[in-house]
């Protein structure tokens, strides 16, 4: 299919025949075998499907699924054979439309999202881009934007969008340019985060021309962030608790450090290379991910917290990404595009060998239970949602592109999309 990830095209290529037949589409049928933590070689603990767990909330999870004689990873018919976007509820297939180019649908995983009871999709050609919900046109404009960000509050949607090349970004409320900066390249894990803090709707970007330097839009109000940028590279922005907090590497020493209004702070010693960092917020709160290449050669991925304590695990080898909240960390690892395990308060366990996340929305974590919505890299297998150690397979022939844990009775901001709430919005309009 055209446009489709590297992460689908390197899948295996055996076809696909996976029966839809029964009344449930998450069941708990024999799965995939375990993988295992090829960077320590410590034991994991076994998962096996067992009874249904009481779940904190409900969890949904979105996926692409195709007909059952088609061997989507091959894709012989280029992305022109019929598929749908589906949202799934346990034993329902609650959405389901059509996706594909004449649908205006992109099959991408990272192009369609759940959020306030809808699963909003964009798509953009060289005329435009359309925003849908549920398959159902809700505004469409004239620029071609990736849509990077997305929030719903009432009646209105906002998008954070990002013009091809990867440089210039708007933020809309219904298609309507409220805030646009023609050099800014968007911050944050999901390559431009827009989020609540404090009541605002908020993001922030690094503008490179005339010069460097890093903003964070509060309701379409932009502040600067005064720092040395000749000598670091700015990784993350956030705004938290109403602060503005900065991740960044700075060169001469050769460390990360935070920038918090005045103040810096550095975050460990000296390493070789920093290939990535982010900052998680958690209510008040925030922690910073660093992935980093030490003096030794070996490459780690830590987790530290605003006062500089080091909060990993005792081995940091191999973990791809945290999870915080309410204080209580979750983490996910593996070796190159795949995934091999998780570990929650203290427990470590094993994924199923072969197992992929299509995107950054196939993980959730609320505090009590990791959820990964899985794609195997065999045909042999259905894609797997795992909560906790819990493995339930989805039939579908597809891959999944979403895990959503639906907790009405929380309110706070969470560090993934795909668990925030919605707050308030005041409307106001700026310009970078």
Same mark, same amino acid.
């Given at each position: 299919?055209?446009?489709?990830?590297?992460?689908? %095209?390197?899948?295996?290529?055996?076809?696909?025949?996976?029966?839809?037949?029964?009344?449930?589409?998450?069941?708990?049928?024999?799965?995939? +075998?375990?993988? %295992?933590?090829?960077?320590?070689?410590?034991?994991? @603990?076994?998962?096996?499907?067992?009874?249904?767990?009481?779940? +904190? &909330?409900?969890?949904?999870?979105?996926?692409?699924?195709?007909?059952?004689?088609?061997?989507?990873?091959?894709?012989?018919?280029?992305?022109?054979?019929?598929?749908?976007?589906?949202?799934?509820?346990?034993?329902?297939?609650?959405? !389901?439309?059509?996706?594909?180019?004449?649908?205006?649908?992109?099959?991408?995983?990272?192009?369609?999202?759940?959020?306030?009871? #809808?699963?909003?999709?964009?798509?953009?050609?060289? $005329?435009?881009?359309?925003?849908?919900?549920? #398959?159902?046109?809700?505004?469409?404009?004239?620029?071609?934007?990736?849509?990077?960000?997305?929030?719903?509050? #009432?009646?209105?949607?906002?998008?954070?969008?990002?013009? +091809?090349?990867?440089?210039?970004?708007? /933020?809309?409320?219904?298609?309507?340019?409220?805030?646009?900066?023609?050099?800014?390249?968007?911050?944050?894990?999901?390559? #431009?985060?827009?989020?609540?803090?404090?009541?605002?709707?908020?993001?922030?970007?690094?503008?490179?021309?005339?010069?460097?330097?890093? =903003?964070?839009?509060?309701?379409?109000?932009?502040?600067?962030?005064?720092?040395?940028?000749?000598?670091?590279?700015?990784?993350?922005?956030? !705004?938290?608790?109403?602060?503005?907090?900065? /991740?960044?590497?700075?060169?001469?020493?050769? *460390?990360?450090?935070?920038? =918090?209004?005045?103040?810096?702070?550095?975050?460990?010693?000296?390493?070789? @290379?920093?290939?990535?960092?982010?900052?998680?917020?958690?209510?008040?709160?925030?922690?910073?991910? =660093?992935?980093?290449?030490?003096?030794?050669?070996?490459?780690?991925?830590?987790?530290?917290?605003?006062?500089?304590?080091?909060?990993?695990?005792?081995?940091?080898?191999?973990?791809?990404?945290?999870?915080?909240?309410?204080?209580?960390?979750?983490?996910?690892?593996?070796?190159?595009?795949?995934?091999?395990?998780? $570990?929650?308060?203290?427990?470590?366990?094993?994924?199923?060998?072969?197992?992929?996340?299509?995107?950054?929305?196939?993980?959730?974590?609320?505090?009590?239970?990791?959820?990964?919505?899985?794609?195997?890299?065999?045909?042999?297998?259905?894609?797997?949602? *795992?909560?906790?150690?819990?493995?339930?397979?989805?039939?579908?022939?597809?891959?999944?592109?979403?895990?959503?844990?639906?907790?009405?009775?929380?309110?706070?901001?969470?560090?993934?999309?795909?668990?925030?709430?919605?707050?308030?919005?005041?409307?106001?309009?700026?310009? &970078?």
């Amino acid at each position: 299919m055209r446009g489709m990830k590297n992460a689908v %095209r390197i899948l295996a290529v055996v076809p696909v025949f996976i029966a839809l037949a029964g009344c449930h589409l998450i069941d708990h049928t024999p799965q995939m +075998p375990l993988g %295992r933590r090829h960077t320590t070689g410590r034991t994991l @603990e076994q998962p096996s499907p067992g009874p249904e767990s009481v779940l +904190p &909330g409900r969890v949904l999870v979105t996926g692409v699924a195709f007909p059952d004689y088609y061997d989507w990873r091959r894709d012989t018919a280029n992305g022109k054979v019929h598929c749908s976007v589906v949202l799934i509820d346990g034993s329902q297939t609650l959405v !389901s439309f059509p996706a594909g180019e004449d649908a205006q649908v992109s099959q991408e995983a990272d192009m369609h999202r759940y959020a306030s009871g #809808g699963v909003f999709s964009d798509y953009a050609w060289p $005329g435009g881009t359309v925003v849908k919900r549920d #398959g159902e046109v809700i505004f469409r404009y004239d620029e071609r934007e990736l849509v990077s960000g997305l929030q719903v509050c #009432g009646d209105d949607v906002f998008t954070l969008g990002i013009r +091809p090349g990867g440089r210039g970004l708007t /933020l809309r409320r219904n298609g309507i340019p409220e805030y646009s900066a023609p050099s800014g390249t968007p911050l944050g894990r999901m390559a #431009g985060r827009l989020y609540y803090d404090a009541g605002a709707l908020c993001f922030s970007y690094l503008q490179t021309s005339p010069s460097t330097k890093a =903003i964070v839009v509060r309701d379409g109000v932009a502040e600067e962030i005064d720092a040395p940028y000749s000598l670091g590279r700015v990784l993350d922005v956030l !705004s938290v608790g109403g602060r503005t907090v900065m /991740l960044a590497f700075y060169k001469p020493a050769r *460390m990360p450090f935070l920038v =918090i209004g005045d103040s810096f702070r550095p975050l460990g010693g000296s390493v070789a @290379e920093i290939s990535e960092g982010y900052l998680i917020p958690d209510g008040q709160d925030f922690y910073a991910q =660093i992935s980093y290449t030490g003096k030794d050669g070996l490459q780690r991925t830590e987790l530290w917290t605003e006062g500089g304590s080091n909060c990993s695990p005792g081995e940091c080898s191999g973990i791809q990404r945290y999870f915080v909240r309410g204080g209580k960390v979750a983490y996910l690892g593996g070796d190159g595009g795949t995934v091999s395990f998780a $570990g929650a308060e203290g427990v470590e366990y094993a994924i199923p060998e072969g197992s992929r996340l299509m995107g950054d929305a196939c993980a959730a974590w609320d505090g009590r239970m990791l959820c990964l919505a899985l794609t195997p890299s065999s045909p042999l297998y259905s894609p797997l949602l *795992m909560m906790g150690q819990e493995q339930l397979a989805v039939k579908i022939n597809g891959y999944l592109t979403g895990v959503y844990i639906d907790n009405k009775e929380e309110t706070d901001v969470n560090d993934n999309d795909n668990q925030r709430q919605v707050r308030g919005h005041t409307g106001r309009t700026g310009q &970078g």
